[in-house]
């Protein structure tokens, strides 16, 4: 599977590109002041951060194998399929971090815990109490 | 306040890892170049970050961190001829040069982009771009 993942970009720029498509369809939004910000990190990475208009789909769907949380023409391009083949395109290992409002997910999109038989994107839930 | 949110976020990753060996070993490994330590303090600074002053007023955040990059070390090498040190900075680069030319009618106003800080100047996009 995560082969399959990495077959679908002539170059990782459009993998890049793919990712930022997802910014683009969550933060620009009528009346929305959107954001996106993209740094490096020093053990050769890449951080891309942006806010939403919309509450942001829980990784639990996100990160399930054959599904899309792509539901409607609303919400396409918005964190489903792309986002597993840019990563797998793109890195070794991602780890995804949501925030809304006090709750936040972690999400591991990583080579190394894939095997033949299985595909493996582990994902946790978790509430912060003073955040709320 | 916040340096509650800070105690609790880093109580919370913590016990994620440890409890998570497999994703502890993925963090150890590209975050924390075989540091378990400095892997912990990367994801919790990361997740701090999400609620530092610049993302204190959202509500909803979304933060992806790559790490330990794939074909951006190849094709800078490849590109250039020789040994390139810092790929994901090549990277970041080409994005902001080709962004612009990518994406049309993004709004000037009540939208930023910045990359390593720097704001990216798209083409002024219409008002009526939202459609």
């Known amino acids: ?132 | 306040m916040k340096e509650e949110i800070e105690r609790e976020l880093n109580q919370h990753i913590t016990a994620i890892m440890k409890e998570n060996p497999q994703i502890m070993a993925v963090a150890t490994k590209d975050l924390g170049v075989g540091n378990r330590y400095k892997a912990i303090d990367v994801l919790v600074q990361r997740c701090i970050y999400m609620w530092s002053d610049e993302w204190q007023d959202q509500v909803h955040v979304f933060q992806l961190v790559m790490t330990n990059l794939i074909h951006t070390e190849d094709e800078a090498i490849r590109a250039r001829g020789g040994i390139q040190k810092r790929p994901a900075v090549n990277l970041l680069e080409e994005i902001r040069e080709i962004l612009p030319k990518y994406y049309i009618n993004i709004p000037a106003d009540k939208f930023e982009f910045t990359i390593r800080g720097q704001k990216v100047v798209f083409v002024i996009g219409s008002s009526d771009w939202w459609k």
């Open chain 1, 1 to 132: 599977m995560w082969e399959s993942w990495t077959n679908n970009y002539e170059h990782s720029r459009f993998a890049c590109l793919d990712l930022l498509d997802n910014c683009f369809d969550a933060t620009l939004h009528q009346m929305f002041e959107g954001k996106v910000a993209m740094d490096y990190l020093p053990t050769n990475g890449i951080i891309i951060i942006n806010n939403a208009a919309k509450e942001i789909k829980s990784l639990e769907e996100t990160l399930t194998a054959y599904r899309s949380v792509k539901g409607s023409a609303d919400t396409i391009g918005e964190y489903g399929v792309g986002l597993k083949q840019a990563c797998a395109t793109l890195s070794h290992s991602s780890f995804v971090l949501t925030r809304n409002f006090n709750r936040f997910d972690i999400g591991v999109i990583a080579e190394s815990l894939q095997t033949r038989s299985r595909v493996s994107l582990p994902y946790i839930l978790r509430s912060l109490l003073k955040a709320s």
